[in-house]
């Protein structure tokens, strides 16, 4: 599939690193927090059978998304049920583009390209949360002590 997309000479959505067999995928700008390098999408996969054609496992997939008004967003991180249903997501997803592409009998699947849509979909969404969050912590704290209080509404 990383191949392919050279030879159509498209945007690549993840950046890829290979290390013993284990396939690091990324997207974003990548934040340094102490030694560690934190992207906004990242993904770990890699391939656990020998049988042709051999389907991507997922190993895992992080979506990092954060206010950035200095403050501390603990409240807002993603809880474990929400990682274990983004990752049960993905997976079922490019499982799903794999079984197609058999069943169509087409040369290529695109499964990363489905992982991409998945998690950048819930990372939108994620986004959008933490917006209302912000929004209404302004409605019930500043702007509600204001003499000409504002009015937010969906």
Known sequence: EVGMIKQLDQKALW????NGGIVRLTHGKEKEIGNLKLYPLEAHITVL???VPAQWTLLSVEVRAQA??????????????QRFDLHRLCFKAMAEEEALAVEEERETSRPLQRLFEVAH?????WQLEILNAQAQALKRGVWASSKSSVVVTP
């Open 15 to 18: 950046k890829v690193a290979i």
């Open 49 to 51: 059978s020998t049988s």
């Open 68 to 81: 950035k008004t200095g403050e501390s967003n603990h409240q807002l991180d993603t809880t474990n049920r």
């Open 121 to 125: 979909n819930f990372s939108l969404s």
